[in-house]
DNA sequence: CAAAACTGCGAACGACGTTTGCAGTTTAGA
DNA sequence: TCTAAACTGCAAACGTCGTTCGCAGTTTTG
């Protein structure tokens, strides 16, 4: 048997990455589906009902087929998940030809990223696997550093600023979708502190503008033009 | 059939978390193990091969029993997880008595959490759960407030400030665990900005102080006495 | 001393990701 | 034109997982 998906002149090389993968060869009946039917419909899953609802046989059953017949057009599941993350960063786009403060256009970016997060709540679940960047990530990727382009510092600066500004975009995402979770029945006769906190106020309400804030005040620590290094 | 877990005297009212369920009733045999033998011996595969190696069957195993048995003692791998997670939280401690720079003690409250996400890299792939605190989970983060308690500023600001943290702290593990995955293999012309900067220098190393130096201005920032919120 | 409440244990259940074998279809090359 | 290679879909199976269940034995309760 083979495997589309292998690549055809691939004899025993590392796998590659599925971004570079041909889809198909020439011979053999037409396919019934295709790779971007099943992220459709994976990715159509996991906004109704989770990622723990993306299991082969149900994105199968939603195509009308049988799980095996997945591993046609994928090789894993985590190859599916990699391609579900790009697609819908592909929703970042159309990048708009900002020309005005980088730090702004930064935050816009990081505007557009958190509304996709409330989008696909899914991608909470899946960012932090340690897996390649796809086309479109790369292209988001690449955005960014058009908008920092007027910035005269270095360059690890600014990876390291849109890897912060990402991992913080998560990080209010997450603590959006998990809204309080619920303090505990314990007693809280051990934490002094904590029970003074919730004695308080009623409820710990986020400020507004906190996210707008955080970021701002993160970015202008990261992208200073001169690394202060004193001594 | 009955449940240790249960709770004896529990009805069919929700499910406690597992903190405050009982261990087990007073009649029968002494059992084998123990839910702390569990936990120790969980914690150690984790350590060892990571999470995905802590399965029911593979810690029955280390304890020579088999998996089934593990429920005697707990009611489900989450309480597990649950239990390594606030045990290993438990390593924070002993909490000093600082006395000094609010900030500064954060910092080091910081260090100490990002110490142990490298100690136990299996934490980052557990903590993003919506699941309870548990007591030392708490106790650390009745300290965070005990550090913060000089400050005048909202109590949300306080909890925000503390959850923030936290999710930096989480942000530096994992890049420091994923440490650069690799570039794709694509052709990168068609992210020119990103070519460039590749081009730039031959490696991208984080600058060394960049953790002090985003927690303080993070911190700096969340934990203002007065919300500036002009116009 | 019987009943209740516990113990460990092994088998089983259902779901998962993935592999495999097979019958049928299309193309490539002689 | 014809054969062989390369593909197609599909159903069954494999191994692993978390979890449940039933049973036999042990300890406490009243």
Redesign the interface.
């Known amino acids: 048997m083979t495997d589309a998906t292998t690549g055809s002149a691939d004899g025993g090389a590392a796998r590659?990455?599925i971004?570079?993968r041909p889809h198909r060869g020439t011979r053999g009946p037409a396919p019934t589906h295709s790779r971007d039917d099943i992220v459709t419909a994976a990715i159509a899953l996991a906004d109704a009902e989770g990622l723990a609802a993306v299991s082969m046989r149900a994105v199968a059953t939603t195509l009308g087929t049988g799980a095996g017949s997945l591993y046609r057009y994928l090789s894993s599941r985590d190859d599916l998940l990699d391609l579900m993350t790009d697609r819908v960063v592909g929703e970042l786009r159309p990048y708009p030809t900002a020309d005005g403060d980088p730090l702004d256009g930064m935050l816009r970016q990081a505007r557009r990223q958190l509304a996709l997060y409330q989008r696909h709540p899914w991608l909470?679940?899946v960012a932090?696997r340690?897996?390649?960047?796809g086309?479109e990530t790369?292209?988001w990727?690449?955005?960014c550093?058009?908008i920092l382009?007027p910035l005269r510092c270095?360059?690890?600066?600014?990876?390291?600023a849109i890897?912060?500004m990402t991992?913080?975009v998560t990080?209010f995402a997450?603590?959006a979708a998990?809204a309080a979770?619920?303090l505990?029945?314990?007693d809280l006769a051990?934490?002094?502190?904590?029970a003074?906190?919730l004695a308080?106020?009623p409820v710990?309400?986020?400020?507004a503008?906190?996210f707008e804030?955080?970021l701002?005040?993160?970015l202008?620590?990261?992208l200073a033009p001169d690394?202060p290094?004193p001594t």
Chains 1, 2 share one sequence.
């Not at 051990?190 to 904590?194: F, K, M, S, V």
């Not at 710990?204 to 400020?207: H, L, V």
């Open positions: 590659q990455p971004w570079t909470l679940d932090h340690p897996s390649g960047m086309p790369l292209a990727f690449d955005d550093l058009r382009a270095p360059v690890a600066a600014k990876f390291e890897a912060m991992g913080v990080l997450r603590t998990t979770t619920g505990p029945a314990l051990a934490y002094p502190h904590l003074a906190a308080q106020p710990p309400a986020p400020r503008d906190l804030r955080t701002r005040s993160l202008t620590g990261l690394p290094t």
